[in-house]
C-alpha cells in the first residue's frame, strides 16, 4: 500500500496530479487542499462539511471536505481531501472545539484503514490514533498528515496505541527545519520519504509513505 500525504496550502491540483501519474499511490491524503479544482469540471453545489465526490483521477475517486472555521464564509483553504479506489463515502470525526480542523477516515478494502488528520493539538491526536485503533481493529491502521507535532522532536506525549511513527528524516516544512508531515502506524516497517525536490506553492513537501 502506498500513501502519499500532502499540506498543499491550496497550492494548484496539477501538483497533486503530477505526483499520482509518477507514484501511483493507492491513497493521497490532502490538507489546506484550497478550492475546488474547476479543471475537474464539477458543476454542482457543494454540501459543506460533507465529503463530496467532484471527480475521479487515475482510478482514484477525489472526496473533497469543503470546510473552514466560519461556516462556508471564510478561508476555504483549510478543506481537505481524500482519494482512493473503490467505493463507499469517507467519514468525517468532529471536535467538540469548532476551531480544530476534521479527520476524514476510510476502511480500504477489507485489510486497511487511513485517517487523514491537520493538527488539533496533542489530545486530539492522541484521540485520532486511539479512534483508528479502535476502528480499524484487525486491518493495518494508518493515522496521515500535517501533525503540527514534530516527529524530530520530544513525542513521548503521543499514544502510540501500540504503533509508530513513521516520518522522513529531513524536515517537511524546510522553512521551519521540522518533521511536521508524517504517519503513525500499525506497521512498524513501513517507510516514509519525499514524493521529489519540487513542493510547488506550498512551504511543505509532500510525504511518500510505503506500508
Not at 148 to 158: C, F, K, R, V
Not at 163 to 185: C, H, N
Request: aromatic share 10%.
Amino acid at each position: 500500500m502506498k500513501l502519499l500525504t500532502w499540506n498543499t496550502q491550496g497550492e494548484r491540483w496539477d501538483g497533486i496530479k503530477h505526483r499520482i501519474d509518477k507514484l501511483k499511490p493507492d491513497v493521497v491524503c490532502i490538507q489546506e487542499a484550497g478550492n475546488l479544482p474547476k479543471k475537474l469540471g464539477y458543476g454542482d453545489a457543494l454540501t459543506h462539511g460533507e465529503p463530496n465526490l467532484i471527480g475521479v483521477y487515475s482510478n482514484l475517486n477525489i472526496w473533497f471536505l469543503p470546510w473552514d472555521r466560519s461556516g462556508g464564509a471564510g478561508n476555504i483553504r483549510c478543506s481537505m481531501a481524500m482519494l482512493f479506489e473503490g467505493d463507499g463515502k469517507p467519514a468525517v470525526s468532529w471536535s467538540t472545539d469548532a476551531n480544530k480542523r476534521p479527520v476524514m477516515r476510510k476502511s480500504i478494502g477489507t485489510k486497511y484503514y487511513v485517517a487523514n488528520i491537520h493538527a488539533g493539538g496533542r489530545d486530539y491526536i492522541n484521540l485520532a490514533i486511539q479512534h483508528a485503533q479502535t476502528n480499524g481493529s484487525g486491518k493495518h491502521w494508518i493515522v496521515a498528515g500535517d501533525f503540527n507535532q514534530g516527529a524530530n522532536e520530544d513525542l513521548s506525549w503521543m499514544n502510540k496505541a501500540g504503533g509508530s511513527v513513521i516520518a522522513p528524516s529531513k524536515a517537511t516544512r524546510p522553512a521551519s527545519g521540522r518533521i511536521l508531515d508524517y504517519a503513525v502506524s500499525s506497521d512498524g516497517l513501513a517507510a516514509a520519504s519525499f514524493s521529489g525536490p519540487d513542493y510547488g506553492g506550498s512551504d511543505h513537501r509532500c510525504v511518500d509513505i510505503d506500508w
